[in-house]
């Protein structure tokens, strides 16, 4: 039995793409942004959503006709040809097995300073067993997480309030600007295609569309639903951090939110002693990025299988099980590449990277909804036009490291496979002339 099993609803599905995108970036993601942006940092937020939403809109349009797992890889394969469908679905296994051991890295260090590592290995080990159980599983988990996170979240985004007009003293003005003396517009760009690392969740819903029920009707709604729900707190976030922070002293935090907990409730920093919210925003910056981390590992061992069916990958990652309907033997090679990403790579790096790759994935998904036939559209072609071109423009202004890895690691993906198509096409036997 290869075929997954549809449980997904919409509250269900909705879940999974809520927490894969409240996760680590909500908690890390704005002190580089600042460092980037300056005083623009909130229009840079402000253009993340943008390229955000466009992508939602296609990826929405292409699951309501595509409805299977593997998201822009089954869709550039079936619209734009092999090779774009490989490169998408590899860039994406590539970014988030990146991402998914710097988010366990980031869980880790918040629950166990000093022992992030080890902590962070148990982590993924934990959360691949809870995939393997069944997607069911996977989104109780998601929906218990999300509750949490929604609820701490928004605490603090009451406290930042209740401050301000309680008189606390307000570091900058949260009213976007445009770029000024501190950051011109390319680091405003930079900040938005960082802060773009924040909604790259929904793909996840993508990447389970053979699981859920009514795929037509549920993929758009959740994924729509999803991203609204982040847009409205990331814009509270945002504006909570510039207004307590400022941009120069968050450019240099490395714990945004919790010190933010620190400053609103009689603090300096958080430095100044112990403080019960810091430790509740530390906590729930951990629950976050566990649910983060969840999600993740569920969407590449989709497409993962999804790759494998089409001997894009070892045959063996197809395999579903029959008693839990999940790919368990994608969830455990998943899972244990992600443990090497936590034992080898430094997470500091890698943000960039996750976000170049996971952008010219979706500059993919643009194309790949640009030649649908006209009875499947339902968007005009200029969103699938300036959605590509976003992604497109906000990967070169990424620091060049991360864009530099991506394009190296498509170069050896792509290349790997032409080598196994050639040696493929040697061992089939010629036919004989008549």
């Avoid at 075929?3 to 890390?28: D, E, K, N, Q």
């Avoid at 869709?75 to 469908?85: E, F, I, N, S, T």
């Avoid at 290995?121 to 509750?147: E, K, P, Q, W, Y």
């Avoid at 209740?162 to 900058?172: D, Y």
């Amino acid at each position: 039995m290869n075929t997954l099993r549809r449980h997904l609803g919409i509250p269900g599905a909705i879940s999974i793409g809520l927490a894969s995108m409240i996760g680590a970036g909500v908690f890390y993601v704005w002190a580089p942004a600042a460092a980037a942006a300056g005083t623009g940092l909130l229009i840079g937020l402000l253009i993340a959503a943008v390229i955000a939403t466009l992508n939602a809109l296609s990826s929405a349009q292409l699951a309501m006709a595509h409805p299977v797992s593997g998201g822009a890889y089954a869709y550039g394969r079936a619209l734009l040809g092999q090779w774009w469908g490989f490169s998408a679905g590899w860039l994406f296994l590539a970014g988030k097995t990146a991402s998914a051991g710097a988010i366990a890295l980031i869980a880790g260090e918040y629950l166990w300073p000093g022992q992030g590592r080890w902590v962070a290995v148990g982590a993924i080990a934990v959360l691949a067993i809870v995939n393997a159980l069944g997607v069911r599983s996977t989104a109780r988990f998601s929906g218990a997480v999300v509750a949490v996170v929604l609820v701490g979240l928004g605490g603090l985004v009451v406290l930042v309030v209740l401050w301000a007009a309680g008189g606390g003293r307000v570091a900058a003005s949260p009213a976007p600007v445009l770029p000024g003396a501190d950051a011109g517009w390319l680091g405003v760009l930079q900040s938005a295609g960082l802060l773009f690392f924040c909604f790259a969740g929904y793909a996840r819903m993508a990447t389970l569309g053979e699981e859920v029920r009514e795929p037509r009707r549920t993929l758009p709604r959740a994924i729509l639903g999803a991203l609204a729900i982040a847009l409205g707190l990331y814009a509270a976030i945002g504006f909570s951090v510039v207004l307590v922070l400022g941009p120069e002293r968050l450019a240099g935090s490395s714990s945004p939110l919790a010190e933010v907990a620190a400053v609103v409730t009689g603090g300096s920093g958080v430095s100044s002693g112990p403080n019960a919210w810091v430790l509740v925003v530390s906590l729930v910056a951990a629950l976050a990025c566990l649910g983060s981390l969840l999600g993740i590992l569920a969407g590449l061992s989709r497409t993962g299988l999804a790759m494998a069916r089409d001997q894009e990958l070892p045959g063996s990652l197809s395999r579903v099980s029959d008693r839990r309907g999940s790919p368990v033997v994608a969830e455990l090679v998943v899972a244990v590449l992600a443990m090497a990403a936590v034992l080898l790579l430094d997470p500091a790096r890698l943000v960039g990277f996750s976000a170049t790759c996971v952008l010219a994935y979706y500059a993919i998904a643009h194309l790949a909804a640009l030649r649908q036939p006209v009875a499947e559209r339902w968007l005009h072609p200029s969103v699938h036009v300036v959605g590509a071109v976003g992604c497109t423009l906000l990967v070169f202004t990424l620091p060049w490291q991360g864009v530099l890895t991506a394009v190296v690691v498509l170069v050896v993906g792509l290349a790997a496979r032409g080598l196994r198509l050639a040696r493929g096409a040697r061992r089939r036997p010629r036919s004989r002339p008549a």
